[in-house]
């Protein structure tokens, strides 16, 4: 049984990049490209891991949004640039995610 994994990155390129990488590695593989479109995709697929380009996406998912279900304690990774701030990476942390990269 595949897992199923939300990758949630505005980024085109890299949002492809990272997709077909990781279905070679094995995951089923939703795409996102923008946050309201990965909150309706974790409402309907009810991923087992989601990857995040954006520390406000990973809040929403942990806080969750009046009228949408979707499982709050599902793993999240938040990707940051190289170079990103080491607050940044904290402040990921804060809003809930479970691993930044």
Do not use: K
Request: include cysteine.
């Amino acid at each position: 049984m595949q897992t199923g994994l939300l990758l949630a990155e505005p980024e085109p390129e890299t949002r492809s990049y990272l997709g077909r990488h990781l279905r070679t590695d094995g995951f089923e593989v939703i795409e996102a490209g923008w946050n309201a479109q990965a909150l309706d995709l974790a409402e309907r697929s009810r991923p087992d891991l989601v990857i995040v380009g954006e520390t406000d996406l990973c809040r929403r998912l942990r806080e969750g949004e009046p009228g949408r279900s979707w499982d709050r304690n599902v793993p999240v990774i938040v990707l940051t640039a190289p170079d990103a701030d080491p607050v940044d990476r904290v402040r990921a942390f804060e809003r809930g995610a479970d691993a930044v990269v």
